[in-house]
């Protein structure tokens, strides 16, 4: 498997950067330690990493960000 490189070219692994699997548990585990994280996209201009409140309802991760935001219209939103 080739490794993961970002939009730059450079791997994530050849500058030290390591790549984890995490099972679910794990996942919800560190989810529900904290209500602050960050939310990576990408977009034509290159990628973007912006701080976002979050919190965990029942099985869905609700990120909460200003409907005229660049991020808004990153997110997928179900009806």
């Known amino acids: 498997m080739a490794p993961i490189a970002d939009n730059s070219g ?9 790549l984890e699997a995490l099972d679910r548990d794990e996942c919800r585990r560190l989810l529900g330690s904290s209500n602050i994280g960050c939310l990576g996209y990408c ?8 701080p976002m409140s ?3 309802v029942s099985e ?8 005229d ?6 997110l997928y939103r179900s009806s």
């Open 10 to 18: 450079w791997s994530l692994l050849d500058r030290g950067g390591r």
């Open 43 to 50: 977009t034509d201009a290159g990628p973007r990493i912006v």
């Open 54 to 56: 979050y919190t965990l």
């Open 60 to 67: 869905r991760l609700i990120l909460r960000t200003g409907m």
């Open 69 to 74: 935001t660049e991020a808004s219209g990153y």
